[in-house]
Antibody, heavy 121, light 106 residues
């Protein structure tokens, strides 16, 4: 059974940093692209970042570029999101999601349960 | 930047057909997919590559995509289908979600 379990969320002050983790199991983690998607309270889904299976190709939404860094450790089956210079508008539930690998499309076939990040003084 | 537009809400009576639209410039030239999200839960993929259903998704869920509009159709809507639905596509290597549609079954 595919499982994605996020951790690392919490309350952080504006300008602070946080590192999220996503532990994967039930599939060959090293074979899949992975993504982070966030959802502000009461709002819609917003894509944040993706990383290829080897960890050497990354892409970010403009809203987080230069502040967030996605990475992965295939030996530990874990995806990360390092978040720096956090702002109030980064407050959201952060989901990790597996890319299904379908041709010509980015599609998320499995999602974690999410971890809440609150940026507030 | 690319945008996908969904109606904020759609209402349907039990047993009837619900249609949720998603509009974007030349969306029909791209693949669209749809996610269902119930309160307090993570999203679930219900349609991918415009028309395909993942394993375990009921046949009453179907999709289409042409021109500037993708449509999620739920035939014989059940109370359990009440949820938020999000369309998603990509453009210039960026993943884009629609704003979401709250489906009410009443």
């Amino acid at each position: 059974e595919v499982q994605l379990v996020e951790s690392g969320g919490g309350l952080v002050q504006p300008g602070g940093s946080l590192r999220l983790s996503c532990a994967a199991s039930g599939f060959t983690f090293s074979s899949y692209w992975m993504h982070w998607v966030r959802q502000a309270p009461g709002k819609g889904l917003v894509w944040v970042s993706r990383i290829n299976s080897d960890g050497n190709i990354t892409r970010y939404a403009d809203s987080v570029k230069g502040r967030f860094t996605i990475s992965r450790d295939n030996a530990k089956n874990t995806l990360y999101l390092q978040m720096n210079s956090l702002r109030a508008e980064d407050t959201a539930v952060y989901y990790c999601a597996r890319d299904a690998g379908y041709s010509s499309s980015w599609t998320f076939d499995y999602w974690g349960q999410g971890t809440l990040v609150t940026v507030s003084s | 930047s690319y945008e996908l537009t969904q109606p904020p809400s759609v209402s349907v009576s039990p047993g009837q057909t619900a249609s949720i639209t998603c509009s974007g410039y030349k969306l029909g030239d791209k693949y669209a997919c749809w996610y269902q999200q119930k309160p307090g839960q993570s999203p679930v993929l219900v349609i991918y590559q415009d028309t395909k259903r993942p394993s375990g998704i009921p046949e009453r869920f179907s999709g289409s995509n042409s021109g500037n509009t993708a449509t999620l159709t739920i035939s014989g809507t059940q109370a359990m289908d009440e949820a938020d639905y999000y369309c998603q596509a990509w453009d210039s290597s960026i993943v884009v979600f629609g704003g979401g549609t709250k489906l009410t079954v009443l």
